[in-house]
């Protein structure tokens, strides 16, 4: 199920004392909501966390739109993992996609300082152009160098691949040439390293869900909220065993046998998708033609029908 209702921290709580019969006993609250935290990490289940885009205002209070200075962007304090990153040089867009760094040295930040001079700069094709070279290289079963040098020395070759290899910054709508190189970034907590040396990003990512007092909200479902509480009896039956008291053993291990299976439970209920999503995920996997460009156009498609035409 989607998580439809968040409850607050507060109502589990008062669910535990009432369960659990603390009456006059002295159990801190603080550490009952660390573990409540702990059981709903534990529990591990994505649809849990808040949907959130910088730059958007929501109900939980807008997130700012990131702003890019020095190569760097500060990342939200209630980001819990990222889904996708775009990036503009103009805070009302257009906004273009900004993939993930996989190279050794994809992003640097600032200019190169060195006093040796680069043999690079007196080669006609720029070597960067990793694509272009590699596909040469495949056609002609050659090395990078030689496929460097065919296409240096032959503009024809480059021209025809200007043609192949579309600029994919079009297909939303973006002026490739404001965007020379593709953007790429790394997560440098608590900060993203982006190879735009100035702008802004719009980051689409998985947050938290707290509430006004910074407390965590719990998904309103039943299961949930018995796996949070048997973790946290199992937490204090622990201290029990630790500390050698009489029967806090077996309390410990009932709690944790509890917990282990209330937890399952909890996970196949958040996992389980909507009738609407169930219908997304049969239209990706019944696609004939992969949409391998989908991160181009921010997924939009990605749950839509595919339509043939015959030609």
């Known amino acids: 199920m989607a998580v439809y209702n968040y409850i607050s921290s507060k109502e589990v709580i ?3 004392y009432q369960d659990l019969d603390f ?3 002295n159990v801190r609250i603080s550490d009952i909501i660390t573990w409540i935290g702990e059981a709903l990490g534990k ?21 700012e739109l990131l702003r890019i200075a020095n190569y760097r962007a500060q990342l939200p304090c209630d980001l819990h993992s990222i889904i996708q990153l775009a ?4 805070p009302t867009g257009e906004y273009v996609p900004a993939r993930i760094a996989t190279g050794s040295f994809d992003i640097s930040r600032g200019t190169l300082q060195t006093g040796i001079a680069s043999s690079v700069d007196d080669q006609t094709f720029p070597t960067d152009d990793y694509t272009k070279i590699e596909f040469i290289s495949d056609i002609f079963n050659e090395s990078y160098e030689d496929a460097v040098s065919r296409l240096n020395s032959d503009p024809n070759i480059n021209t025809i691949l200007d043609q192949v290899f579309v600029n994919d910054l079009s297909v939303v709508g973006a002026n490739p040439s404001a965007y020379e190189d593709e953007i790429t970034y790394t997560i440098n907590p608590p900060y ?11 980051l689409a990512y998985k947050a938290i869900p707290l509430d006004k007092e910074g407390f965590p909200l719990v998904p309103d479902d039943e299961d949930v909220k018995e796996a949070l509480k048997w973790y946290v009896e199992m937490m204090l039956t622990y201290s029990m065993w630790r500390h050698g008291i009489s029967g806090g053993e077996r309390l410990y291990g009932n709690a944790k046998l509890e917990w282990v299976s209330k937890k399952k439970a909890a996970y196949g209920n958040l996992m389980m998708p909507s009738p609407d999503e169930m219908k997304s995920i049969q239209n990706i996997w019944n696609r004939l033609v992969p949409n391998i460009n989908a991160d181009q ?12 035409y015959r030609k």
């Open 14 to 16: 008062a669910k535990i």
């Open 23 to 25: 009456g006059n006993e």
């Open 43 to 63: 529990i591990g289940a994505y649809p849990y966390y808040k949907n959130r885009v910088t730059g958007i205002e929501d109900t939980a209070g807008s997130p």
């Open 87 to 90: 990036v503009s040089t103009n």
């Open 192 to 202: 993203l390293d982006i190879s735009l040396e100035t702008g802004y990003a719009m």
């Open 297 to 308: 156009s921010f997924y939009e498609s990605n749950g839509k029908q595919e339509q043939i």
